[in-house]
């Protein structure tokens, strides 16, 4: 089915949205940001994203393997050790975020700084 024949079949179960929900979470950028340099244990996704908490950093974590994005290993040491990194798929995804990072820069960013300097201007 093409794009059109989706949109006209179903708008919100489309392939686009269906993509989007399974990368879209406040957390999950940033987590398949640090998971494209490599595999990170749990532990260092942590140290490396410290404003998320444990429970959420689980739970994206689990929704991205869910989703096939991601492939976790569980080794049987003391104490245990788990590994997270990117499957086949969540590589095809660098690209991509490479992409809308720079969608981002040039036209989002360009708009919050300036309504963020509206905002002190006129708290002054």
Known sequence: MDMEQWHRA??????????????SGKWKPAILYFLFSGTRRFSELQRLIPSISHKTLTQQLRELEEAGIIHRDVFATVPPRTEYQLTGAGRELDAIFLQLYRWGEAHVMPRRIAEAEARIAAAE
Request: glycine residues 8%; negative net charge.
């Open 10 to 23: 179903d708008p919100l179960n489309c392939p686009a949205v269906a993509a989007l929900g399974e990368i």
